[in-house]
């Protein structure tokens, strides 16, 4: 037997485990985009890696609202209505996606579903598989509302987004968006 002592060698192996690991593309459209709210979710090394791969924008066209009392954006599950959303593509590893399913409330309030992604920036030329986080069973009268193409908390529609910590925690808001 051969016993091989190198730091590349480690270096290489470790590298490897870590590719592995990060199996996951997620396509992020509202508060956890960059210099959103939320984004220090993907930022967090306690909630796993999050890695910033491109922009893109949904290849159907789904309808983004601002919902709620508390001006959550939502991408309903309602495909050829809409936009083609931009957004951002991010390859999370298995804890990150396990930590973005609890801040979205997976699958009892958005459902993660896998859509195709066309980046808008960046290298890469073709569709990417994404997990999107949509409200799938929500209230018609949510496609008569401002639909957009780009979401930003401090956009010109004046309805920012108001943070968990200073929401009434007994609040049922879903019931105005979910059927």
Same mark, same amino acid.
Request: hydrophobic fraction near 30%; charged fraction near 25%.
């Given at each position: 037997?051969?016993?091989?002592?190198?730091?590349?060698?480690?270096?290489?192996?470790?590298?490897?485990?870590?590719?592995?690991?990060?199996?996951? =593309?997620?396509?992020? %459209?509202?508060?956890?985009?960059?210099?959103?709210?939320?984004?220090?979710? #993907?930022? &967090?090394?306690? @909630?796993?890696?999050?890695?910033?791969?491109?922009?893109?924008?949904?290849?159907?066209k789904y309808p983004l609202i601002i919902g709620t009392r508390y001006n959550i954006p939502f991408?309903?599950?309602?495909?050829?209505?809409?936009?083609?959303? =931009?957004?951002?593509? %991010?390859?999370?590893?298995?804890?990150?996606?396990?930590?973005?399913?609890? #801040?979205? &409330?997976?699958? @009892?309030?958005?459902?993660?579903?896998?859509?195709?992604?066309?980046?808008?920036?960046?290298?890469?030329?073709?569709?990417?598989?994404?997990?999107?986080?949509?409200?799938?069973?929500?209230?018609?009268?949510?496609?008569?509302?401002?639909?957009?193409?780009? %979401?930003?908390?401090?956009g010109d529609h004046g309805l920012k987004y108001m943070e968990n910590t200073n929401r009434d925690?007994?609040?049922?808001?879903?019931?105005?968006?979910?059927?």
């Amino acid at each position: 037997m051969i016993y091989i002592k190198s730091n590349f060698f480690n270096a290489r192996i470790k590298s490897s485990v870590t590719l592995r690991k990060m199996t996951h =593309k997620v396509f992020v %459209y509202g508060t956890l985009k960059r210099n959103e709210p939320n984004h220090h979710w #993907l930022t &967090d090394p306690k @909630n796993g890696v999050g890695n910033f791969m491109t922009e893109g924008k949904t290849k159907n066209k789904y309808p983004l609202i601002i919902g709620t009392r508390y001006n959550i954006p939502f991408l309903l599950q309602a495909p050829g209505k809409g936009h083609h959303v =931009k957004g951002e593509i %991010y390859e999370v590893d298995d804890l990150m996606l396990s930590k973005l399913d609890i #801040l979205e &409330d997976h699958p @009892n309030y958005y459902v993660r579903e896998v859509d195709d992604i066309v980046p808008i920036s960046g290298s890469q030329s073709e569709n990417v598989k994404c997990w999107v986080y949509f409200l799938k069973n929500f209230r018609q009268e949510l496609l008569s509302k401002q639909q957009f193409e780009c %979401y930003s908390s401090n956009g010109d529609h004046g309805l920012k987004y108001m943070e968990n910590t200073n929401r009434d925690p007994n609040d049922d808001y879903y019931s105005e968006v979910k059927r």
